[in-house]
């Protein structure tokens, strides 16, 4: 019971600095100065012809000069052919030159030399952008001395419990990267929305060091920036730039997906992030524990209730605040969200260490 209080008590403190870090980042919702960045759009992509249209839909949507931005397609050896549509746009498919055992590095790699712009920004082909979020980023630029931004992901999702039991998930691991930033200690970032500039990954010498690693083409070379200039890594705090996309359609396919997140963590250069993650996985181990022994004896019932409940309320905070901010709708399932979490989630982290997963087709190891 004393190391449960304690690994209970950790926990609480890490949520809490969490909930208090997203408060310190500010909304950002400047679109009110002239256009001037030039990005190219980075998206790898592997049997995606269902997807590609309704993103390149999107991007035919910005509130942007077309001038100003070029779309560089990268195809990881789909077994589908995918052609371009008639556009205004300047949109480009390239061939991915695979040299490591990540592919979505490799693809990344692959498009640098072609790129003329100053900016680089990353997005997956299962994704839809918002009209203004090329203008955001711009005036951000324009704002602020900064040479990485990473930006906010979400789900279109149904009401059904799986979907909405992603939302949920989503919202907190959304709510651990805005709060770890607005702490100073950003760790985490989702290369479904991250922009960086050319000279930034040539600087860093791009996934050098983590190539081995199939995920991560994200955290990485997040993390790899802050140690080099964390004042110039920013996160985007902002409506105007919440990049969305699909939730997986089945639970297994979302244990194969969160077992590809988890695999990366052991490699963190981030000592936080690698302290966030081993109390988070404490705390979800002991709460466990505690539901088990609520249900089978009647010894410390009180205090082990009341450490059960506490955790509920503290996680439901960031998720509810995070939430809010992702899509401002109505969150169903939470409280058996919160009561199933920590199981999948423990399962996740365990299986990690040892297993497999499969990812587009193919199968990893860690």
């Known amino acids: 019971m004393f190391f449960t209080i304690i690994i ?20 950002y919702d400047s679109i009110g100065l002239k256009p001037k960045t030039k990005f190219t759009i980075v998206v790898p992509f592997r049997n995606e012809a269902k997807n590609l249209p309704l993103l390149l839909d999107s991007f035919s949507r910005l509130n942007y000069p077309n001038k100003l931005f070029e779309i560089l397609l990268v195809d990881d050896e789909s077994d589908e052919i995918f052609g371009l549509p008639n556009s205004a746009l300047s949109i480009r498919i390239i061939k991915n030159n695979r040299v490591s055992k990540s592919p979505k590095k490799d693809a990344i790699t692959t498009a640098i030399p072609l790129i003329k712009t100053d900016w680089i920004i990353t997005t997956d082909a299962d994704c839809t952008v918002p009209e203004n979020w090329l203008l955001t980023l711009d005036n951000y630029i324009q704002t602020h001395n900064v040479t990485m931004i990473a930006g906010a992901v979400t789900y279109e999702c149904n009401t059904t419990f799986l979907q909405q039991f992603q939302q949920l998930d989503i919202a907190s691991l959304q709510g651990a990267t805005i709060g770890s930033f607005g702490i100073g200690q950003g760790f985490m970032c989702n290369g479904a929305n991250l922009a960086y500039t050319k000279s930034l990954f040539t600087a860093l010498n791009g996934f050098d060091g983590n190539d081995k690693i199939a995920s991560g083409d994200d955290v990485f070379l997040l993390q790899k920036a802050i140690n080099r200039a964390p004042n110039d890594v920013h996160y985007l705090k902002s409506k105007n730039t919440i990049v969305t996309t699909q939730p997986l359609n089945n639970w297994t396919a979302l244990f194969h997906q969160r077992v590809r997140w988890a695999s990366k963590t052991g490699s963190y250069q981030s000592d936080f992030g690698k302290i966030l993650a081993l109390i988070v996985f404490a705390g979800n181990v002991c709460w466990i524990i505690m539901f088990i022994f609520l249900l089978i004896t009647n010894i410390n019932k009180h205090i082990i209730l009341l450490l059960i409940l506490l955790k509920i309320i503290i996680d439901s905070v960031l998720i509810l605040q995070s939430n809010h901010f992702l899509n401002s709708r109505k969150t169903s399932y939470l409280l058996l969200s919160n009561i199933l979490y920590p199981f999948f989630s423990v399962s996740v982290a365990l299986y990690s260490l040892f297993g497999k997963y499969e990812w587009k087709g193919r199968q990893f190891t860690k």
């Open 8 to 27: 209970s008590s950790l926990y609480f403190v890490a949520i809490a600095l969490l909930i208090y870090g997203f408060t310190k980042i500010k909304n």
